[in-house]
């Protein structure tokens, strides 16, 4: 059981977020992060629709950890892809009532939020620490923080190479990654960042 | 490119030409993440293999009986259940490599090749080429974590599958088995296939063009 | 993806709702059932390995010692714990071959560099002293952090630590006092994290005034044969 101080929040927020970031960290949520179209703008909405996506799973995972899991642990994998990819199809229903036109710039890449591994991963990982209800929260906001921060970091750092005199050969994936071991190298650095 | 026709073709398209990693870019999550070494990518490529042949199995068997509304929720449930029985299977027999792939057991329900395969073939094709094609992908994939699992853990560690190879004086390059080791050497490695594909389209180009002389 | 393979049946233009609501119930069913049935088939040998796996840390941690109960710290003091599983308020106590309490294995965790450690401690309530530590959950950088249990020298300086005032870290090499540790250099964080955590297991189970373990353990119910 953790403490519930402000300061345990703020280190699983900042972890989340920065120094252990789901993207460059942990190697989740790698198939939009070098898929994106490379436009900013598609970047962020869809960074905020996975955040949201991972805020809503991380308070029912929660609510299945505390109540239902203690007598069937076995049911955890079932159960939170269940809650997933029903939050998906949710928020597609929502987004094409609310905004037509997100939705159809968002498109294959909505749907595709239920296999984004970032999200059953922060589902399996704040079940296995046992965190709190506030503390999944914020290890949520932080996580869909740091997934958006990747993908527009990755997303304007392509549109800047598209401008720019790039071999053929690297041209594509193996372009994208490089860029993101770059990338990663530069957030070890925040490592020992919140140090207790 | 012929379309692959006999089951064994089927199965070796998965390999090189159509390999799920190099080619098709999917299922990068635990790519990255469990080639730290050897050992653990063998593992890993096996689960997966356990995986993705016991779904296609199911699905090619059920494609008749599902209807096309609820196909992805159903693919989904099936591939969740096989792989909460690899999971406590290698709870059991094999602790301390479930310990070291950690999260990333689970993670296999979302790893885009399986649902991908389910989609694209298991539910369009008898049982045999289903299999066939998912011993294939999973072989094709499987190859691709022991490459960079292999690249990491020598350069990373000086060993391979936990066997010293350079001895003490050897000074490991650490970066290796870190997350930015993961992604430059992905990013070699899919650099290096760029090239030979490239320079097979040459080869072939002045094939044809001798060719043309004659 | 879109592709028609002239294998695909002809399906009726619009299943009824009833057809695709128990579709997916017949497959939850089944899948119940598999899961179910695993988990029963595995937990038998989960169960040992894991009591197996408590039982090797808890023999390393306290030297001499060959056998170990589970304690359960309630609010009118510390008792045997015969069911299955543990919370932040059990512990372990060690025995030696006379059936003779030993010592306590406190379990702790906390946060390291890169994530949580989770430690076994031995300490030995007569001498107030850390006879041994095991790290059992770590996930800190491989060549720098993760020597808090590759280094064998900074393992054998808990293998003897006094706990009073508490534990400190010191630079490599200037460890004086009996409640120093040498840090590993270039894995001061790691190093610290340990202490730390340590430090808060003792203020936790020795320091407290409530709830403080007992000196003496508690006696096994029977004394047991040389």
């Keep these: 059981m953790t403490d519930a101080t402000l300061q345990n929040f703020l280190w699983i927020f900042i972890s989340a977020l920065l120094v252990n970031n789901f993207v460059l960290a942990y190697f989740l949520g790698l198939c939009p992060f070098l898929g994106v179209s490379g436009k900013l703008e598609t970047s962020v909405r869809l960074g905020f629709a996975t955040t949201f996506v991972l805020i809503i799973t991380a308070i029912c995972g929660w609510a299945l950890n505390t109540y239902v899991l203690p007598h069937a642990p076995y049911l955890r994998l079932i159960t939170f892809i269940v809650v997933i990819a029903s939050t998906v199809q949710f928020i597609e ?90 990338l990663s190298m530069a957030f070890m650095g925040f490592a020992g960042l919140f140090n207790s | 490119m012929a379309t692959p026709t006999t089951p064994y073709e089927e199965m070796m398209k998965g390999l090189w030409r159509e390999n799920p990693v190099f ?86 329900t979302a790893n885009c090749l399986i649902l991908g395969r389910q989609e694209a073939f298991a539910s369009r094709n008898g049982v045999g080429r289903a299999v066939m094609d998912a011993v294939g992908m999973s072989m094709g994939f499987l190859f691709a974590l022991l490459a960079l ?65 004659v | 993806m879109a592709q028609n393979s002239p294998q695909t049946p002809e399906q009726a233009s619009e299943p009824s709702s009833f057809r695709l609501a128990a579709t997916l119930a017949i497959a939850g069913l089944i899948s119940g059932i598999a899961i179910v049935g695993i988990y029963e088939l595995t937990l038998p ?14 023999f390393k941690v306290l030297p001499g010692v ?21 919370d932040e308020r059990t512990l372990y106590g060690g025995y030696n071959q006379q059936g003779e309490f030993v010592g306590y294995a406190i379990p702790s ?27 059992l959950e770590s996930r800190e950088t491989p060549g720098l952090g993760d020597k808090i249990y590759k280094d064998l020298y900074f393992v054998s300086n808990f293998e003897n630590l006094s706990i ?5 870290t010191v630079k490599k090499g200037l460890r004086e006092a009996p409640n120093e540790v040498d840090a590993i250099t270039g894995a001061t964080i790691s190093s610290k994290a340990v202490v730390r955590i340590i430090n808060e297991g003792n203020q936790r189970w020795i320091h407290n005034p409530e709830n403080r373990i007992p000196n003496h353990g508690i006696p096994l119910p029977e004394k047991r044969n040389p």
């Design chain 1, 93 to 182: 229903m929502l987004i094409k009532k609310l905004s037509p036109s997100l939705f159809r710039s968002l498109g294959i890449f909505l749907p595709l939020i239920t296999t984004n591994c970032a999200i059953l991963g922060l589902a399996i990982f704040a079940t296995n620490r046992n965190y709190g209800l506030m503390e999944s929260f914020v290890y949520a906001l932080g996580a869909g923080g740091g997934f958006t921060l990747a993908l527009v970091l990755m997303a304007g750092l392509r549109e800047e190479s598209e401008l720019s005199d790039v071999p053929t050969l690297i041209q594509g994936t193996a372009f994208n990654l490089i860029i993101a071991g770059i």
């Design chain 2, 23 to 108: 080619i098709q870019v999917l299922g990068m999550c635990p790519m990255l993440a469990v080639t730290n070494s050897a050992v653990n990518a063998l593992a890993m490529g096996l689960a997966t293999l356990f995986v993705l042949v016991g779904s296609s199995f199911l699905v090619s068997v059920m494609r008749l009986l599902i209807p096309k509304q609820v196909r992805i929720s159903s693919y989904i449930i099936i591939i969740a259940t096989f792989v909460t029985i690899i999971d406590y299977s290698l709870l059991a027999l094999f602790p301390k490599i479930h310990k070291e792939l950690g999260a990333f057991i689970p993670l296999i």
């Design chain 2, 149 to 213: 699992g292999g690249v990491r853990e020598i350069l990373g560690d000086g060993a391979l599958f936990g066997i010293n190879l350079f001895g003490p004086n050897f000074e490991p390059w650490v970066i290796m088995i870190l997350p930015p080791g993961g992604f430059l050497t992905l990013g070699l490695i899919l650099l290096f296939f760029n090239w030979i594909t490239e320079k097979r389209k040459m080869q072939q180009l002045k094939f044809q063009l001798s060719a043309e002389k």
């Design chain 3, 45 to 58: 040998t989960i169960t040992y390995n894991k009591a197996e796996e408590l039982k090797a840390a808890v």
């Design chain 3, 66 to 86: 060959v056998e170990m109960k589970k304690y359960q710290m309630e609010s009118n003091g510390l008792r045997i714990r015969n069911e299955k599983g543990g």
């Design chain 3, 109 to 135: 965790a906390g946060p390291g560099f890169q994530d949580t450690i989770g430690i076994l401690y031995g300490y030995i309530p007569a001498q107030r002293k850390v006879v041994g530590m095991e790290i």
């Design chain 3, 164 to 168: 009073d005032p508490e534990i400190v």
